[in-house]
């Protein structure tokens, strides 16, 4: 069987660890909600199959996707 710690579990006495540990897994969870990010995501579970049968490429939805925000 397989067992996580985290620096949470191993420490339960400290409130600096456990305050840090919280702060970084909202802001993970944060940027996992980051739309770009799920737009990514969702690219790259398409083939290029299926984006050439929607008439798309990957490099014109990357440049869609991350419009202003990048240079490409």
Known sequence: MAYIASAAARHPGNPIIR???RA???LS???A???RL???TRLGELT???LAARGLTREAELRRIL?????I
């Open 48 to 50: 290029d199959e299926e």
């Open 33 to 35: 909600r980051n739309p």
């Open 38 to 40: 799920l737009a990514l």
């Open 29 to 31: 969870s944060a940027a």
């Open 67 to 71: 419009a202003g925000r990048f240079i």
């Open 24 to 26: 970084l897994g909202g």
């Open 19 to 21: 305050l840090l540990s």
